[in-house]
């Protein structure tokens, strides 16, 4: 058990609907980052958060933003989602931005109908 | 090109051999290493985190790091049938804020 926690596991919905994934970090650490997985791209790194400000972005879509919260829970909002946008979306935290490593929760699957 | 390069397998090896996975990077700026370890359904799970370049070595698990070549290894001695999964290698740069990925590696030990 890393001590990262996701919710829900799976989620299934609709073409142009909107979901919240929900993320709690391991005790005492103030960074969050978000992952999408997908078959064809692999792991690919979304957003991090530090202390409850935006540290960095990667390829994130504009549809999709996140916030972490004073009690450094991070949720990443999807809307409008696509077909295209089905796939395991990890969240992972450490102590600190240069303090590696990372240890990753067990996802959320996203099923898009 | 892919900043890091990692063959998909699958890869199936009898129990007991020694396993041997690779990855290649393209940016000399990397400087750490790791290698996780994802069963079906669940998150990728920290196996070795390594800084410089050598051997890192944790129970059945060595880590080598070759920075001159830009070419990671991981080795599995003694090999087991739970060590059937997907290996992940990960690399990230001073400062930087985001893990790369290999693509994956998925392993199938056999009883």
């Known amino acids: 058990d890393s001590g990262v926690t996701q919710t829900p596991k799976h989620l299934i919905t609709a073409t142009g609907q909107r979901v919240t994934l929900r993320c709690s970090p391991r005790?005492?650490?103030?960074?969050v980052y978000w992952y999408q997985q997908s078959l064809d791209q692999g792991l690919q790194f979304l957003i991090h958060?530090?202390?409850?400000?935006?540290?960095a972005k990667g390829n994130i879509l504009e549809r999709f933003s996140a916030q972490q919260f004073p009690d450094l829970h991070s949720e990443l909002n999807l809307s409008s989602l696509e077909l295209g946008d089905s796939a395991l979306y990890f969240c992972?935290?450490?102590?600190?931005?240069?303090?590696?490593?990372?240890?990753f929760g067990d996802g959320t699957r996203l099923s898009i109908l | 090109q892919k900043e890091v390069e990692q063959d998909p397998g699958p890869l199936s090896v009898p129990e007991g051999a020694i396993v041997s996975l690779n990855c290649t990077y393209s940016?000399?700026?990397?400087?750490?290493f790791m290698w996780y370890r994802q069963y079906s359904r669940k998150g990728p799970e920290l196996l070795m985190y390594?800084?410089?370049?050598g051997n890192k070595e944790d129970g059945r698990f060595t880590a080598q790091v070759d920075k001159s070549s830009k070419y990671i290894s991981l080795f599995i001695r003694d090999s087991q049938p739970s060590d059937s999964a997907t290996y992940l290698c990960?690399?990230?740069?001073?400062?930087?804020?985001?893990?790369?990925f290999g693509q994956g590696t998925r392993l199938t030990i056999n009883p």
């Open positions: 990960a690399t990230l740069f001073q400062g930087a804020q985001k893990l790369v």
């Open positions: 940016n000399s700026a990397f400087q750490y």
């Open positions: 390594t800084y410089s370049s």
């Open positions: 992972a935290s450490s102590s600190s931005p240069s303090n590696q490593p990372q240890h």
């Open positions: 958060y530090y202390n409850g400000e935006e540290r």
């Open positions: 005790s005492g650490d103030l960074s």
